[in-house]
């Protein structure tokens, strides 16, 4: 079947403007993950949805980032006035709850 | 805070060699751990994934290990192959299958 996907795979912004990242997971997986991978950090986690619960924002690392996922599907990460420290990959995966994670092609972004 | 390191940070062996990677963790309180590896340029592939109940996982020519009173993983690849050339990356999950925190991956070469 399908894999994670995730939209658009490169994505390249000015300053202090907003982006946008999609993710499409699995069909019938609850929980949705988002991470980024930068060479100074590895990789981090971002926010985690899990059904109908409140979402695990823990480690979004301003309040300029904010994800929603819409019916129990689609995610969209909004990162609002981008600066250059938020070029990254962003890394979406999805799951069974407490099951094998999958991870989606990431979206490069790099802020200019 | 948990923590994950893994050792070595790069790799190189040749052909048809058997290679341990390893994997430390600092808090045991764990509820799954997964390896992946990652080509460059693309998303991460989940190769095994072992329960905090479990002891050992195997798929094919991988056999990945847990002991969590130590605070140790390891990935066994057996009989090496220049297609398995990627970086392997060991996570670990807590809060029944909540975020997954990385660490910072052992570069693999498998030279012909």
């Known amino acids: 079947g399908a894999g994670v996907s995730q939209s658009p795979s490169n994505k390249v912004t000015e300053k202090g403007k907003d982006v946008e990242l999609r993710c499409d997971p699995i069909?019938?997986?609850?929980?949705l993950y988002w991470y980024r991978q930068s060479l100074g950090q590895g990789l981090e986690f971002l926010i985690y949805f899990q059904g109908n619960s409140a979402p695990d924002k823990s480690g979004l690392p301003s309040d300029r980032f904010s994800a929603e996922r819409t019916g129990g599907s689609v995610s969209t990460l909004t990162i609002q006035r981008t600066q250059q420290e938020d070029s990254a990959v962003y890394l979406c995966?999805?799951?069974?709850?407490?099951?094998?994670?999958?991870f989606g092609p990431g979206t490069r972004l790099t802020v200019t | 805070k948990q923590e994950v390191t893994q050792i070595p940070a790069a790799l190189s062996v040749p052909e048809g060699e058997n290679l341990v990677l390893n994997c430390s963790f600092t808090d045991s309180a764990i509820y799954n751990l997964q390896w992946f590896r990652q080509d460059p340029g693309k998303g991460l592939t989940s190769l095994l994934l072992?329960?905090?109940?479990?002891r050992e996982q195997t798929s094919g020519r991988l056999n990945a290990s847990l002991d969590k009173s130590s605070g140790r993983s390891t990935l066994y690849i057996a009989a090496s192959q220049p297609g398995d050339s990627a970086t392997y990356l060991c996570a670990v999950g807590g809060n029944q299958g909540g975020k997954l925190i990385f660490g910072q991956g052992t570069e693999l070469s498998v030279k012909p």
């Open positions: 995966a999805s799951s069974l709850a407490g099951r094998e994670q999958y």
């Open positions: 069909s019938g997986h609850t929980a």
């Open positions: 072992i329960q905090s109940s479990q």
